[in-house]
């Protein structure tokens, strides 16, 4: 990934595709995700979104929203708090979620309709929707809630 402000434009520009996870946050790769998601509407290059612990941290919040305002993502990806949080509600416990993905369906459908876009909702069942249809996956381990990452780690 090419978090540098100075690159992040020029590498979304080439790229087929630009994972944006705002994973650790700071004012300089803030600046690179801007500069991305311009190149990235310029382009028409596509770009995921992992709006790691929104809701639960402000500041990434406002930054999250702000992304997904500017140039609508083709993916968005998080767990069912990130989802609810991003889309205006309370987020989980940091990076880990509180709520199941079945209870912040009709979030994550509004969500998708509202920006065009995909919404996947990551937990023991994942649910992947574009406002109209439903994907469920079972096909995790709980095991993997004990590694921080996993999320991050399987963006679709
Ligand atoms: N309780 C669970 N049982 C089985 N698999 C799970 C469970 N929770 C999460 N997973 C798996 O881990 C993946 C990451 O989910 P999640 O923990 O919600 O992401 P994040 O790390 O972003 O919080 C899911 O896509 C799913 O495959
Ligand atoms: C991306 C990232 N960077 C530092 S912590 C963190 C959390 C993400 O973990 P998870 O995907 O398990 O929510």
Redesign the pocket.
Same mark, same amino acid.
């Given at each position: 990934m090419v978090d540098n402000p100075d690159e992040a434009g020029v590498f979304a520009r080439v790229a087929s595709a630009v994972l944006i996870n705002m994973g650790t946050p700071q004012a300089a790769t803030v600046a690179a995700m801007h500069a991305a998601v311009e190149a990235c509407a310029a382009a028409g290059t596509p770009w995921v979104l992992d709006p790691v612990a929104a809701g639960g941290l402000p500041w990434r919040t406002e930054i999250a929203r702000t992304l997904v305002a500017e140039h609508a993502p083709a993916i968005i990806r998080? /767990?069912a708090s990130?989802i609810a949080g991003l889309a205006g509600g309370s987020g989980g416990r940091g990076? =880990? *979620?509180t709520d199941s993905p079945e209870a912040v369906l009709d979030i994550a459908r509004a969500l998708a309709t509202e920006h065009g876009c995909v919404v996947a909702v *990551?937990?023991?069942v =994942?649910h992947l929707t574009d406002g109209d249809r439903l994907v469920r996956l079972a /096909?995790?381990?709980?095991l993997?809630?004990q590694v921080t990452g996993?999320?991050?780690s *399987?963006v679709p």
């Open positions: 998080g /767990n990130e990076v =880990d *979620s *990551s937990g023991p =994942d /096909n995790g381990h709980a993997m809630t996993v999320g991050c *399987s």
